[in-house]
């Protein structure tokens, strides 16, 4: 099997860009996941500190694993958000259906297409939904850079790419050509966080992030930081990658599933702040925001404070427990074996 027609069939399925390197222990990229946990700048995603070893070394997660292809995904759409001070604002990331589920079908579609050609290879799925160090594999398959806000950039299409991987128990012909990082001088990013959470370039105290409060974090009031900053965020934050220059090459993406449901542009915060669950339910089905649960999107709707103790205890405990049902993660084919994903992280 060529690393060619890999590339060929992935491109046909709608991925933005792919590259293929060999297996291997990340140690410089582990080196600073480990510091930055230890700094506790991952704050309560106690999974992001459960498995740095395994996060940083494929072998560990998958023994046969050979190559890792990594893809990316442009989810970039015209659309722009509005500054009033009735509505929201929601990253530009979900504002259409649940990026996991969607690359993790183009991703199905590639294995299974792989396995057919090559009955007996093994194959894991990740879509940050296993321990994976994303960015650091993009870099290495030379999708792009990290930038200083630490996201990955592309140069034709900007930041605004997902991330996946597709471990495989096959050796193939291997991309050597890295991106360089083309930041330079510009510290435009860090210069527009506006609660200071990129610390030093390349480095990101999440406790500090909208994107984290708003999303991760389950308690029934924001850090004042994040709070007294929010911007009408209600859920993650687009400032570091609106302002990076490199946003300029965005284009909009082809991909269907990524256009704007209707209302979440701009939804109205009185709505937010009095959506019941049901409605909560129908209107974040499959789409990322479900992550932060309604107890999380009624606060931060109200600015950061909800004021009372509204299903926080339990919320969230089991996403984060790294524990989906068996079935959803082994699916075995009849010429090979397709190992599916575990840790339904959402970021
Ligand atoms: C945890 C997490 C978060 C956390 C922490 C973010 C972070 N920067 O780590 C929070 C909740 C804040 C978050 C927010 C967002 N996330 Co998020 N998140 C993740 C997750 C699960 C792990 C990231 C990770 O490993 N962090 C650990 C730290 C150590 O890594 P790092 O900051 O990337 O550090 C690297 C470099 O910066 C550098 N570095 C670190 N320390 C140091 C020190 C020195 C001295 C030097 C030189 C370098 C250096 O080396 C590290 C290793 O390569 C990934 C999915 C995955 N499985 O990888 C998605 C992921 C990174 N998130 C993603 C997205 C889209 C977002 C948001 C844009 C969503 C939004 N709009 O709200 C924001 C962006 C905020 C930001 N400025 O980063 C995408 C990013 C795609 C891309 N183009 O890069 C990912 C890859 C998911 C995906 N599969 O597509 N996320
Ligand atoms: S996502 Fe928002 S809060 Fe987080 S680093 Fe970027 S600008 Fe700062
Ligand atoms: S805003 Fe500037 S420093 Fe930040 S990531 Fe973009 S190019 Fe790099």
């Known amino acids: 099997m060529q690393s060619e027609t890999i590339k060929r069939y992935a491109l046909e399925l709608g991925f933005t860009k792919i590259g293929i390197v060999p297996v291997a222990a990340l140690s410089e990229e582990g080196r600073h996941l480990r510091e930055w946990i230890a700094r506790g700048f991952h704050g309560r995603m106690d999974y992001m500190a459960r498995e740095p070893r395994q ?6 997660l998958m023994p046969s694993a050979k190559s890792v292809i990594c893809v990316a995904l442009n989810y970039f759409r015209p659309e722009k958000h509005i500054d009033d001070i009735s509505t929201g604002k929601i990253s530009r990331y979900a504002w259409g259906d649940d990026y996991h589920d969607v ?22 799925i990740c879509v940050d939904s296993a321990p994976m160090m994303d960015k650091a594999w993009a870099v290495r398959a030379g999708l792009g850079w990290i930038g200083k806000h630490t996201n990955l950039i592309t140069k034709k299409y900007g930041s605004w790419v997902f991330l996946g991987e597709l471990l495989v128990s096959i050796e193939l012909d291997y991309d050597d050509l890295i991106e360089p990082d083309h930041c330079g001088k510009c510290t435009a990013c860090i210069d527009a966080c506006p609660t200071e959470a990129i610390i030093a370039p390349y480095r990101l105290d999440a406790t ?24 009408n965020w ?11 220059p490199w946003s300029r090459f965005s284009k909009q993406t082809s991909e269907e599933r990524f256009a704007p449901r209707e209302g979440l542009i701009a ?6 702040a ?8 129908i209107r974040f089905r499959k789409n990322p925001v479900k992550r932060t649960k309604l107890a999380g999107l009624h606060r931060n709707a109200k600015g950061g404070n909800e004021g009372g103790e509204e299903d926080y205890e ?5 996403e984060t427990s790294g524990k989906v049902p068996v079935s959803d993660r082994m699916m075995h ?4 074996t397709l190992i599916g994903y575990d840790f339904p992280y959402v970021s």
């Open 274 to 281: 009095a959506m019941t669950q049901e409605e909560f339910s």
């Open 234 to 244: 209600v859920f993650g934050c687009d400032i570091c990658q609106d302002v990076c």
């Open 267 to 272: 939804p109205d915060l009185d709505d937010l």
């Open 333 to 336: 084919g009849s010429s090979g």
């Open 55 to 60: 996060r940083s070394d494929p072998a560990l």
């Open 208 to 231: 500090r992030c909208i994107s984290y409060g708003t999303i991760e974090l389950r308690d029934p009031q924001l850090p004042e930081t994040i709070a007294d900053n929010l911007e």
């Open 103 to 124: 690359l993790r079908d183009k991703l199905k579609t590639l294995l299974a297409w792989i396995v057919d050609q090559s009955p007996g290879v093994e194959g894991k």
């Open 314 to 318: 339990t919320d969230g405990i089991n």
